[in-house]
Nanobody, 115 residues
């Protein structure tokens, strides 16, 4: 059974950095494309970064220039490097990945940015 397992969340001061990881386990097939979403309390889930099968990345305007999505094909892992964090980045971050045409979600990891 394929599972996406996120890690790397935590508490950080404004201006700090975190790197989130999303590992696909239980599959011999590789992640083709992936997204990072986030959901803050009382708000809808929103996409913050995406990486295509060709390696192209796209970002929400709110994180452009501060966040970087990448992947390690050999490790079947997707990363989200988050720099210059702001209190408004506080949310649960979810990984979403496509593997042989199916979409999987991780369980989420909490990111809290203090002012």
């Amino acid at each position: 059974q394929v599972q996406l397992v996120e890690s790397g969340g935590g508490l950080v001061q404004a201006g700090g950095s975190l790197r989130l990881s999303c590992v696909a386990s239980g599959s011999i097939f590789r992640i083709t494309s992936a997204n990072w979403y986030r959901q803050a309390p009382g708000k809808q889930r929103e996409s913050v970064a995406a990486i295509t099968s060709g390696g192209s990345a796209n970002y929400a305007d709110s994180v452009q220039g501060r966040f970087t999505i990448s992947r390690d094909t050999a490790k079947n892992t997707v990363y989200l490097q988050m720099n210059s964090l702001k209190p408004e980045d506080t949310a649960v971050y979810y990984c979403n990945a496509q593997i042989i045409g199916r979409t999987y979600w991780g369980q989420g990891t909490q990111v809290t940015v203090s002012s």
